[in-house]
């Protein structure tokens, strides 16, 4: 099934400056897309539809085999979402905001406790259960938001730079959860400027360019697919791919220095 598809999707702020141009993507169930772009090129735009923040000036979105409306707001229930810049109740601690949370979701108090203490534990956050958010440290929130987007095992999940400024133990924790979640049929939409975590830990990756998806591939295949369209002979990294494609759609190939180095 198709988890998300967009069709057409049109974007524009104050001064008409355009963050969507007819953006089409489609991510199957049970994938973890990695969804790279330039600063600018319309991520978070696209994000932020998704989960239901800002509204198209255009275009189809539907989740789940569901077209969703301006006035819809029940899909929200599957959806689960950690921004780059999360936004908390910072003088809740951390349990109390995933009981919070949990309750949002409609989650029975025993059934809540019981996760709560688990997610709690699972991200070395224990010592810190009754740290009001607002003290802790930057990768530290970010696990409580990962905790609150994932605490009522929503079928897609949009992670915005999700393990930015945490630990390496916990990420790779992480991320061996999300690949779990993946093989039970969570879709999994991650947006980040690492492209190295992209290339080993994402099953497809598409990479978004002034508004539009430029290019679209699982990672098993991508290589041999920009091979035959690019005319190259080897890509030693994903870095190399998503510059090559960037600048092809572009136009802009030309290689910056400094005039003083």
């Given at each position: 099934m198709k988890a998300i598809e967009l069709c057409g999707l049109q974007k524009s702020y104050i001064k008409g400056v355009k963050a969507l141009d007819g953006l089409d993507l489609v991510v199957e169930e049970g994938t973890i897309l990695g969804f790279v772009g330039p600063n600018g090129a319309g991520k978070s735009t696209t994000i932020n539809i998704v989960a239901g923040l800002i509204k198209t000036d255009a275009g189809t979105v539907r989740l789940l085999g569901e077209e969703i409306g301006p006035t819809d707001y029940e899909y929200k229930r599957n959806i689960g979402l950690v921004l780059e810049k999360p936004r908390y109740i910072d003088k809740l601690n951390a349990r109390e905001y995933l009981v919070f949370a949990a309750g949002m979701y409609g989650i029975k108090e025993r059934e809540s406790n019981s996760r709560i203490d688990e997610l709690l534990a699972f991200l070395d956050?224990?010592?810190?259960?009754?740290?009001?958010?607002?003290?802790?440290?930057?990768?530290?929130?970010?696990?409580?938001?990962?905790?609150?987007?994932?605490?009522?095992?929503?079928?897609?999940?949009?992670?915005?730079?999700?393990?930015?400024?945490?630990?390496?133990?916990?990420?790779?924790?992480?991320?061996?959860?999300?690949?779990?979640?993946?093989?039970?049929?969570?879709?999994?939409?991650?947006?980040?400027?690492?492209?190295?975590?992209?290339?080993?830990?994402?099953?497809?990756?598409?990479?978004?360019?002034?508004?539009?998806?430029?290019?679209?591939?699982?990672?098993?295949?991508?290589?041999?697919?920009?091979?035959?369209e690019l005319g190259q002979e080897t890509y030693s990294s994903l870095e190399e791919i998503f510059v090559e494609v960037v600048t092809e759609k572009s136009g802009d190939g030309v290689e910056k220095k400094l005039s003083w180095l």
């Open positions: 956050l224990e010592q810190k259960r009754k740290a009001r958010i607002e003290t802790l440290s930057a990768g530290m929130k970010k696990k409580v938001s990962l905790a609150a987007a994932i605490i009522h095992q929503p079928r897609i999940l949009i992670l915005d730079e999700p393990l930015e400024a945490v630990d390496p133990i916990s990420a790779k924790a992480i991320k061996d959860n999300l690949k779990l979640m993946a093989e039970k049929g969570t879709t999994v939409l991650l947006s980040s400027h690492v492209l190295d975590t992209v290339e080993k830990f994402c099953d497809e990756i598409a990479i978004i360019n002034k508004g539009r998806i430029v290019f679209q591939s699982k990672m098993e295949e991508i290589r041999a697919k920009l091979k035959n």
